[in-house]
């Protein structure tokens, strides 16, 4: 990594070609993604063994969360492994749902085991059951005769009305059932709004570097169709709770990430510039 010398502070490339932000005598720890084309993608979905160790920990701790011991045993080591993918610089959204989804599984298990070794044991509910003595069959009285009811003389049914012809409901088309592919896609964009902001050419880029093919990634984004201007807004706080910008800057910054200026310039303004 090259260091510049009387240089003021702004991002310059630290020769690895990332941008790191320079304060005008360190090198600060926020770094852009590199500046090729694919530096979304590629800055994402750097080497996150430990992130999916504690993504499927935390899926596998939260559906046996209800199991006793067990259930916390697997979230604590959920937790674990994504705070250590998070000090390896892995994939952030992964460990942080694997956290999320252990320290869940971890409270609901020690809440149940808890729960259980609570639960009062009713002695009484083991003492034998008490014998009782046939009873009597009972004895039957004799029913009073009714008196016979005279018989009513029947009369002219009236002829019912023909009721209204109800028109037919137009039938509502259903939308179009997803491949399976598009599904897949559809979750995984889900999945990574829960914990990051994209744009929507940052999100399809994602997709595809998750092997979805163009047009299923492009389906997938359009599908859930995200406000993103909302999304704009949304990473242009996480930028600022890491450093500091100035307008342009951040405007540009946000350029770079795939916002459009509409966009961009609502992004700014959303955190008050």
């Known amino acids: 990594m090259t260091t510049p010398t009387q240089i003021p502070a702004g991002w310059y490339d630290d020769g690895s070609g990332k941008q790191r932000w320079w304060d005008g005598q360190n090198w600060g720890d926020f770094a852009s993604a590199p500046t090729s084309l694919s530096s979304p993608a590629n800055n994402i979905g750097a080497s996150k063994t430990l992130a999916i160790l ?65 639960i009062p044991v009713d002695e009484s509910s083991l003492s034998a ?62 999945s990574y709004l829960d914990y990051a902001a994209f744009s929507r050419k940052g999100l399809i880029d994602q997709l595809e570097f998750e092997d979805f ?18 999304q704009a807004g949304l990473m242009a706080q996480s930028y600022l709770d890491y450093t500091s910008f100035s307008r342009q800057g951040l405007f540009d910054q946000l350029r770079f990430e795939g916002f459009t200026k509409k966009q961009a310039t609502h992004g700014v303004k959303a955190v008050g510039y």
Do not use: C, H
């Not at 067990?70 to 460990?95: D, E, F, H, T, Y």
């Not at 059951?129 to 029947?154: D, F, G, N």
């Open 54 to 118: 504690a993504l499927v920990g935390g899926g596998v701790a939260f559906l046996l969360g209800l199991v006793p011991v067990i259930g916390a045993l697997i979230g604590l080591a959920a937790i674990v492994i994504g705070v250590l993918a998070l000090r390896s610089r892995q994939s952030k959204p992964m460990s942080i749902a694997g956290i999320a989804l252990g320290a869940v599984a971890t409270l609901a298990s020690i809440g149940i085991t808890i729960g259980i070794a609570a």
């Open 129 to 190: 059951p008490i014998e009782t003595s046939q009873s009597q069959a009972p004895v039957e009285t004799a029913k009073p005769i009714e008196p016979a009811l005279p018989t009513a003389t029947p009369t002219a049914t009236p002829t019912p009305e023909p009721e209204p012809e109800v028109e037919a409901e137009p039938e509502v088309e259903l939308e179009p059932e997803l491949t399976l592919a598009q599904e897949n896609a559809v979750q995984t964009a889900e």
């Open 213 to 230: 093919s163009t047009n299923d990634a492009k389906f997938a984004v359009d599908y859930l169709a995200p406000d993103w201007n909302e």
